[in-house]
């Protein structure tokens, strides 16, 4: 996992060797891996703490790179003795931040360049002399005798040893120094941030001889850092801690060898709220949500939002059972909370884990993901303590999604692993197949057998599943490049994490236009669910495909509050009627009803139709009757190895493609 991560890790033996790094840490040293086991990690990342503990590290222009870097470097000892290093680059974020405090501080800094502020300590005497202007920042009068004892007083007590251990390492090496730190006022009680430079004199014997220093007041530009660090650390709907924040904290947590608990909440349909009631109602529920939280933890108890309806909570020195207490009494608290206008409540599904020394956070969090998963399949509105037989569950999805991927990359090769079959779309009058539905199987000889509702979730979670769905498309178009019949259309799924990849609607249309496939013969279907959770990236993909031809089916319509109005931002061609209103149409009125009104509204707006789930003649009588011209499922056509169906196909040429389409497309209209 390491080795595939885009953070850098490495580990060190005695001296700062390094012992193994992974490929995302050779890439910040600009040394290929196996050129850098075996090296000082301290000549390779000057400024690398030699000791457990984290901070920033500078490293400026060398051979192989220009410009500077800034990389946050944590250091963790492990139980073997040796050293973990975590190292990532913030030199972004980092220059952004120094941007703006510049920008915001450009009048100040102006004025410090003329009054700045000098110190000299005189090593033999020691006694330190400070300008007349330094002691008026210090809030002094000119000409105060002020020891070094005093100052020592006025510095806040944690940065006192850093001042002191940077002086000393300067003395020793010689080297300029440079530090940032806190101190109150004359008054002892207004608190300033203050930057020092110096350098070291020495006399011919070497021995140092005076130490001179500058400083000046850089508390405005420290605020506008603690500013950014806030909004880099901070979900701006809620006002809580991000993802960010959380796990810095949990691993802050761990790195100091505590010991805790996690507990991670998810809320329970809350995708029925922006629904029923709008985005901006949700929205307002969240924060309620949020402000409800919050006001049942306790200090030093850290609640924030990984995304969406996620949240996570951090308490630490708490055990398994109060943990579960204090889950349970926010658990009471979301299912209290009013919904305005609405019947239903708001309840919350929660996993809890604990953690201790030795614990990564990733584990910790993987733990109380599976705690939340067994409260969701256990019926949800619950509490679930994490226990070892949870493990056997990840162990599956562990093996599903290596499998998964090895079957990726023998179907990319050609080799098999992946299969597309292909499920027909029919016309009730006629019997003619209009095109076909390609469905994705998992067909690599293991056992057990894995079903799409086995594989296809953990593949979308993983995000293997944007790999997954150009494979299909890129196999879909190649089939249609082989086989150049006009009435050979294809309908392709594309999931909602497909929906996300801003650069699918190019990668299509490259491939379409290259190969000069009249884009007519493509379809994609999108989901109803996915549609509304992606409003915006479904709309975006859908505009430029249907600009250039494709055919865009909304599937499953009918299935989420609010159907119908999704038809006015979503420039699709067609719907598919989800199965539930088709089921039972030969035996219930109100789905005939449903449907005859989902048939009045698609064919004014001039969309084509297609019904799902036909299993029955009967079936095929009611639909006939209500309007209903095309149809899907196991009466009609059973999936097939999309291999068969393009055996079957003649060797036409592709001529005459705008007449064939129109056909094939009025054919489908309702």
Known sequence: MLDRADVGFGVTGPGGVLAWVNPALAEVLGVPAEQAVGRSLPALLPGAPESPRSGLALLTAG?????HRWLEVTCRPLDDGRLLYRVVDVTAWRD??????????????????????????????????????????????????????????????????????????????G????????????????????????????????????????????TKARRVHDELLALAEQDPLTGLANRRAVTRELERQLATGGSGAMLLLDLDNFKDVNDLRGHAVGDRLMRALASALRSRLQPGQLIGRLGGDEFAVVLPDCDRTTAARVADELREAVASLPLVGAASRITVSTGVAEYSAGDSWELVLANA??????????????????????????????????????????????????????????????????????????????????????????????????????????????????????????????????????????????????????????????????????????????????????????????????????????????????????????????????????????RGLNLSAVAEWVERPAQVDVLTRLGVRVGQGFHLGRPV??????????????????????????????
């Open 175 to 218: 080297a300029g120094f440079t530090y940032t730190h806190r101190m109150v006022l004359a008054d002892r009680s207004t608190e300033r941030w203050f930057e020092c430079f110096g350098e070291v004199e020495f006399d011919a014997d070497g021995s140092p001889l005076r130490v001179l220093g500058t400083a000046h007041d850089i």
């Open 96 to 173: 952004r931040e120094m941007e703006a405090t510049h920008e915001a501080d450009a009048l100040r800094r102006a004025q410090v360049l003329g009054r700045m502020g000098t110190w000299e300590w005189l090593v033999a005497e020691d006694r330190v002399v400070w300008s007349d202007t330094l002691l008026g920042l210090f809030g002094f009068p000119p000409g105060t005798e002020l020891d070094f004892d005093t100052y020592a007083e006025l510095v806040h007590p944690q940065d006192l040893p850093m001042i002191q251990a940077t002086l000393q390492e300067a003395m020793r090496s």
């Open 369 to 602: 993901d599976l705690a939340l998963y067994a409260s969701k399949a256990a019926g949800r509105n619950r509490v679930t303590v994490y226990e070892l037989g949870h493990y056997a569950d990840t162990a599956k999805r562990v093996s599903v999604m290596d499998r998964l991927r090895s079957a990726l990359d023998r179907a990319s090769s050609g080799r098999g692993g992946l299969e597309l079959h292909a499920m027909p779309m029919v016309q009730l009058a006629t019997g003619r197949t209009l095109g076909h539905e390609l469905l994705l199987r998992l067909d690599d000889g293991r056992e057990p057998p894995l079903g799409p509702a086995e594989f296809l979730p953990e593949a979308e979670r993983s995000g293997l599943i944007l790999d997954i769905d150009r494979w299909v498309m890129a196999t879909a178009i190649d089939a249609l490049i082989a086989h150049p019949d006009p009435e050979l259309r294809f309908n392709v799924n594309v999931s909602g994490r497909t929906l996300e990849d801003e650069d699918f609607a190019g990668f299509v249309l490259d491939r379409l236009a290259g190969a000069g496939v009249a884009p007519g013969r493509l379809g994609l279907e999108i989901t109803e669910t996915a549609a509304v959770t992606n409003l915006d990236a479904a709309r975006a993909l859908s505009v430029q495909l249907r600009a250039f031809g494709c055919r865009i089916t909304l599937d499953d319509f009918g299935s989420g509050f609010g159907s119908f109005v999704h038809l006015k931002h979503l420039p699709i061609t067609g719907i598919k009627i989800d199965g539930e209103f088709v089921r039972g149409i030969d035996e219930r009125s109100v789905d005939a009803v449903l449907v005859s009104g989902i048939i009045e509204i698609a």
């Open 641 to 670: 190895p999309l291999t068969r169906v393009l055996s079957e196909q003649p060797k036409t040429p592709d001529g005459a493609l705008s007449s064939h389409l129109a056909g094939a497309e009025d054919g489908a209209r309702s």
């Open 63 to 67: 051979a192989s790179r220009r410009g």
